[in-house]
């Protein structure tokens, strides 16, 4: 065969092979890539406890070693500036710096919630009305109740999402609704703390976060918030049902978020009261607690205020320890109303012997175990004497030092002395001296 032949014959049945599609050798299988391994969680396995986003739960031993670095420092290298004392009275156990103006991030939110309660006690709003939830509410960042704009929520939801989870939406569209603005709300916020004496307050906004571009933030005193914590609480207690709750939980809308107090279900009493953080203020606590009632101590509520730590870890064991010494201090009733406290003797007088006791209970605060002494300094009584009039005081001391006074009293009238019922008092007292010579 002519080879020009054999050509052609070759190059058609290559193009046969072509048009009939000789399938191409297969791609090579795309290579899949590792997957990166689970991130293990550190186990939960210390007797020590703290509050996480998932509630009370124990420490691991990373949170463990931070708690015992920061348990090593003084509380002053803790915090900026703290107070603890005792909410009834306003006496203050122990301070630092108090007097020096802080930022208060979302512990503000005391004072937004001070200003809702007068509103709903003035009539202007009801616990119950519905609050719809605006843009610039919706829009909130930081800690947040995660509101969407067209929600209805009621004012008390919207107080308590303030109160237990920091929520900033929910001061907005309060102040919104009460005022018909922020701005106008603030104003309401300033006027308060003016009424209340406190120059150093300050509020820019409702939630406490810094405005960076005004370069400013709210601010106040530790005292200053003290003092807020106290007034707050007394003419509006019900606060505290608020406060002591663990946690919101919604599941209509599969919300749940728990409380941001650090102490709540940790430390025995602890039931408020706000927290706060931004990067110009650090991290801050409110705390408030109460020791129940026993025998001679009386149900004992404290007030402490610890602002501007670093961390967490360092606001909790800073709040912790102070939250524990100011629940040692006690209100303790030094003399009952009912309570025989010594006997006045006169010789001549009727009756010769008499019980005293205080017209009332006389209360001081004082450190549980601490070292009471008293004595009674009577005044020169000549029948007839009054049971109306004093004979005279019982001093108490703690340290050498005198920490009560109060008058006291006979429970009956002091006379003059019957001369028959006197001759028999004075053998009464002669055959006793007998007796005790032979």
Known sequence: MPMKKLKRIMCLLLALALLTGAAPAPAPAPREEPKPPEKVQEPRDQKERIRTAQGVQPMTATEKKDFDAAMAKPD???????????YETGAVYKEYHADVPVGLASTTKLMTIYCVMDAVDKGEIGMKDPVTIDHA????????????????????????????VSGNDAMIALADRIAGSEAAFVARMNQKAQEMGFTHMHFINVHGLTDYT????????????????????????MVLDITRR???????????????????????????????????AGRCFIATGQSPAEGKYLATRFIGVYMGAENDMDRY????????????????????KSEDLGFLALKNASPRKSSVYVEKNLVRNVREGEEITSELQFVPVTPPHSKKDAVGDVVFYSGGKEIARAHVFVKEDIKKPNPILSYRDIMADVFRAIEKAA
């Open 246 to 280: 663990p946690k919101i939980e919604e599941p209509q809308r599969e919300y749940i978020s728990y409380s941001t107090n650090p102490l709540l279900g940790i430390l025995p009493g602890i039931d408020g009261l706000k927290t706060g953080y931004t990067g110009a």
């Open 137 to 164: 509410a919706a829009a909130m960042h930081g800690s947040v109740y995660k509101t969407k704009e067209g929600e209805v929520y009621t004012v008390e939801e919207l107080i308590h999402a303030g109160m237990i």
């Open 76 to 86: 002053t290298a803790l915090l900026k500036s703290y107070l603890i004392g005792d």
């Open 214 to 237: 005004a370069n400013d933030y709210n601010k106040a005193t530790a005292r200053e918030m003290f003092e807020l914590s106290r007034s707050l609480l007394k003419k509006y207690p």
């Open 317 to 336: 064991a800073a709040s912790l320890r102070l939250s524990k010494e100011a629940m040692t201090h006690r209100n303790t009733i030094l003399a009952g």
